[in-house]
């Protein structure tokens, strides 16, 4: 197995003062290991007390026991946020402990989609959001004349989630919203004390350092916040890491490679979105599949591993591994190296995310181990995939350079799914929009929505003159 090479050099930055560039070492940041909080943190959220009378959104008939998890899924109609269901579903079937309650579900248009989830779920008092108030009046007309259908409450618009993450009766925020979007809300469920099952990689890649801030705040004042990893590879390193998070010395992601792995470059220069969203293992959204493609999503995971286990880049390494059976691996300073398995079905690391410490009888089936494995570990390809080397990069300086990244991403990725730039063009279009802004290195909230907006002006900007 060969490690990915980390690249030092500072990215070079053009139409900027000096004092603005991406410095050539690490920038000092506060420290954060959630680890270490997570593996300490007593009760759990299946036995963690709940009063029974608190101030909420229409909250005051329901029947909070001690034994209850309220759970508001934020992107429920995502692949996560419906695998998140199905787990939910599970739990509510079979956790003799803990009555799991769907306290809120949030769509952004899918008005079709949500209904049908929540009558599977048979969750007559959860509160809606919906992003669009056209959504949300279609949801009330559609189901103003059925009177033997419970009646939902519904909010609208980008303030309702953040509404719905401060909660008092919620106790569990899964944050799957796609994108800088679910930004405030998941950072709202931090400062106000809520267990995070986090799959919005994007929060820690934009504000790595105001959740690692806000956290340290939590730890002072014991509000009981804490984040747990929904990304397969980052809970593979969870698991790993737990019982000697003092002794690591290398976290090493695995990655499929995506559908391009044994491609040319020129073979990607052509490629066709039809193409780059057909990934060999995972069932994703169009978003996260074209990451996968580009490998930007293992760019993102290497930030958000940064961040999340309080490590430098240095310590982070990428490997190829096809089949998605290795999640991650963890190696250890006496040298020997532990891996997390299982199936490629993302309801495992959900359902530990919302049960931790306890380990349950899981939905996701188990691994055959009546047949022959054959796994594979390969080198990762910095020339065909760049976008790794942004990642390294990204997290090594930190500051205003995440944002700027993942901004670019999206808004690249849009174009690219809309026919007006090429596959390859994606991963360039990011390393000139970062190399265009002034990089801070302790930018504040506001700054970095307003680097954001920027990012993805930019981005349009170099994509319309490259045609």
Same mark, same amino acid.
Not at 212 to 235: F, M, Q, T, W, Y
Not at 280 to 285: A, K, N, V
């Given at each position: 197995?060969?490690? $990915? ?46 009063? !029974?009378?608190?101030?909420? %959104? ?35 079937? !079979? ?54 259908? /419970? ?33 405030? *809300? ?22 790595? *350092? ?25 809970? #593979? ?61 293992? #760019? ?7 961040? %999340?286990?309080?490590? /430098? ?36 690391? $959900? ?13 996701? /089936? ?8 054959? %796994? ?5 390809? %910095? ?48 390393? !000139? ?35």
């Amino acid at each position: 197995m060969v490690g $990915i090479v980390h690249h030092s050099d500072p990215l070079t930055v053009s139409h900027q003062s000096t004092a603005n560039r991406i410095p050539s070492q690490p920038i000092t940041r506060p420290h954060f290991s959630p680890v270490s909080t997570i593996a300490t943190v007593t009760p759990s959220p299946a036995n963690r007390p709940t009063s !029974t009378a608190r101030d909420s %959104l229409s909250a005051g008939d329901l029947d909070l026991q001690r034994t209850s998890c309220n759970v508001a899924v934020l992107g429920a109609t995502g692949s996560i946020g419906t695998a998140t269901l199905d787990v939910l579903k599970h739990l509510q079937a !079979t956790d003799s402990q803990c009555d799991w309650r769907l306290w809120a579900a949030s769509g952004h248009t899918n008005v079709d989609k949500l209904a049908r989830e929540l009558v599977a779920m048979g969750s007559p008092d959860t509160r809606l959001v919906m992003s669009e108030p056209e959504a949300a009046a279609c949801w009330q007309s559609a189901h103003a004349e059925r009177d033997s259908e /419970p009646k939902h409450q519904v909010l609208t618009g980008p303030d309702a989630l953040v509404k719905v993450a401060s909660e008092p009766a919620v106790d569990t925020v899964v944050a799957a919203i796609v994108g800088r979007a679910g930004l405030e *809300s998941t950072l709202a469920a931090i400062e106000h004390g809520k267990r995070v099952a986090l799959a919005n990689k994007e929060t820690l890649v934009v504000a790595g *350092s105001l959740v690692a801030e806000s956290l340290n705040e939590g730890r002072k004042s014991a509000s009981g916040a804490e984040i747990l990893p929904v990304d397969s590879e980052h809970s #593979a390193i969870f698991q790993c890491i737990a019982s000697h998070p003092s002794a690591v010395k290398k976290l090493i992601l695995t990655a499929s490679g995506g559908p391009f792995r044994e491609a040319t470059v020129q073979q990607m220069r052509d490629a066709t979105p039809e193409s780059a969203l057909a990934h060999p293992t995972w069932d994703m959204g169009r978003k996260i599949s074209i990451d996968s493609a580009t490998m930007m999503n293992k #760019a993102l995971e290497i930030i958000e591993a940064r961040w %999340l286990f309080d490590l /430098p880049a240095e310590a982070i390494e990428v490997v190829v591994h096809p089949q998605s059976i290795i999640h991650s691996m963890v190696e250890f300073t006496d040298g020997s190296v532990i891996a997390q398995l299982s199936p490629p079905d993302m309801r495992m690391p $959900i359902q530990l995310a919302l049960t931790h410490p306890r380990r349950l009888p899981g939905i996701a /089936p188990s691994l055959d181990r009546a047949q022959r494995w054959d %796994l594979q570990l390969m080198p990762a390809d %910095l020339e065909r995939f760049p976008a790794l080397r942004l990642g390294f990069e990204v997290a090594r300086v930190g500051g205003t350079a995440g944002a700027v990244v993942n901004a670019a991403n999206e808004c690249a990725v849009a174009l690219f799914l809309d026919g007006q730039i090429r596959f390859t063009d994606i991963a360039q279009v990011c390393q !000139t929009v970062l190399n265009h802004h002034n990089f801070e290195s302790t930018p504040t909230l506001s700054r970095l929505l307003e680097l954001d907006r920027w990012a993805r002006d930019e981005a349009q900007r170099c994509c319309a003159a490259s045609t």
